[in-house]
Nanobody, 114 residues
Framework: QVQLVESGGGLVQPGGSLRLSCLSS?????MGWHRQVPGKRRELVAT???????NTADSVKGRFTISRDNAKNTVYLQMNSLKPEDTAVYYC???????????WGQGTQVTVSS
């Protein structure tokens, strides 16, 4: 059973920074982050493959950086210059290329407010 353990969410003032971490129980081809606001669809934030190919949403480019440590089966999301509109539940997700299946974490709340 795939387990994803997220950490690092919380309350931060506008302009501040947070780093999210997601520890996976296994190694997956792609790892990433999505976010969701109540009443809206879940949206991509950023993904990274085991080889380091990165896809980042335009809304966070230049402010958020995704990285992974393959030895630790962990993906990170460094979030800088946070804005109130970044407030959301952030979900870690992984994709297994062999089975073509994706898995989601439970989510961690990020709130940007003064």
């Amino acid at each position: 059973q795939v387990q994803l353990v997220e950490s690092g969410g919380g309350l931060v003032q506008p302009g501040g920074s947070l780093r999210l971490s997601c520890l996976s129980s296994g190694r997956f081809y792609a790892m990433g982050w999505h976010r969701q606001v109540p009443g809206k669809r879940r949206e991509l934030v950023a993904t990274i493959t085991v080889g380091g190919t990165i896809n980042t949403a335009d809304s966070v480019k230049g402010r958020f950086t995704i990285s992974r440590d393959n030895a630790k089966n962990t993906v990170y999301l460094q979030m800088n210059s946070l804005k109130p509109e970044d407030t959301a539940v952030y979900y870690c997700n992984v994709w297994d290329a062999a089975s073509d299946k994706g898995y989601w974490g439970q989510g961690t709340q990020v709130t940007v407010s003064s």
